[in-house]
């Protein structure tokens, strides 16, 4: 779905978003914002402890980053529940 739905940004489309954030948002110097969401899920057998967050149940995380417009630029799916943002952030791709 991601090849279908989420486009590979380049230097162009960078510099789009970054023009575009003061004019919709007021945010200068911006090419995205990050977001994440626990997914709910069943308790794993095996490292149930890993996925086992904050909130009191089992979850995998999504994280992503939209442009001005709210479209996804990036998506980051699996990350264990019990991982802070931050360790998500650094452990993807982006």
């Known amino acids: 779905m991601s090849s279908k739905h ?13 023009v575009k954030f003061p004019d919709w948002w007021n945010f200068p110097n911006a090419v995205g914002y990050v977001d ?10 095996k490292d149930g402890s890993l996925f086992y967050n904050y909130k009191q149940f089992s979850s995998t995380v999504l994280q992503d980053v939209a442009d001005p ?4 630029i990036f998506t980051d799916v ?8 931050g360790c998500i952030f650094s452990d993807s791709t982006l």
């Not at 994440?36 to 057998?45: D, E, F, L, M, V």
Request: glycine share 8%; net charge positive; hydrophobic share 25%.
């Open 6 to 18: 989420v486009t590979v940004s380049d230097q162009d489309r960078f510099i789009y978003i970054a």
């Open 69 to 72: 417009e709210s479209r996804y």
């Open 36 to 45: 994440g969401r626990h997914i709910r899920i069943k308790y794993p057998t």
């Open 78 to 85: 699996g990350a264990y529940g019990k991982q802070t943002d």
